[in-house]
């Protein structure tokens, strides 16, 4: 029954925003560390940034600055807000969730992704 539902994605021109999220739904959302991860054509799936149960965050060092993750626990959603876009960001991007207490592959989620495409 877990799910996780990204949306947000989109095409957007270089130097553009967007706002990605992930609803989660059918665990415990608190006790998770929450990740967005990307995968461009061609390429293998790479940590964008994490967001850890315990409230610490963690970047991909091309993102910092650039990127930033946050969570809502009420709402059972982390966001990915993205600025300056590049067209090197282009990719799907996944949300995944990590228990903190049940070792993976057990308690480790991905979504389905979201498509970004950052292009003029």
């Known amino acids: 029954q877990v799910q996780l539902v990204e949306s947000g994605g989109g095409l957007v021109q270089p130097g553009g925003s967007l706002r990605l999220s992930c609803a989660a739904s059918?665990?415990?959302?608190?006790?998770?560390?929450m990740g967005w991860y990307r995968q461009a054509p061609g390429k293998q799936r790479e940590l964008v940034a994490t967001?850890?149960?315990?409230?610490?965050?963690n970047y991909a060092d091309s993102v910092k600055g650039r990127f930033t993750i946050s969570r809502d626990n009420a709402k059972n959603t982390v966001y990915l807000q993205m600025n300056s876009l590049k067209p090197e960001h282009t990719a799907v991007y996944l949300c995944?969730?990590?228990?903190?207490?049940?070792?993976?592959?057990?308690?480790?989620?991905w979504g389905q992704g979201t498509h970004v495409t950052v292009s003029s």
């Open positions: 995944n969730a990590n228990s903190r207490y049940v070792l993976s592959p057990n308690g480790y989620y």
């Open positions: 059918g665990i415990i959302f608190s006790d998770y560390t």
């Open positions: 967001f850890t149960s315990g409230g610490n965050t």
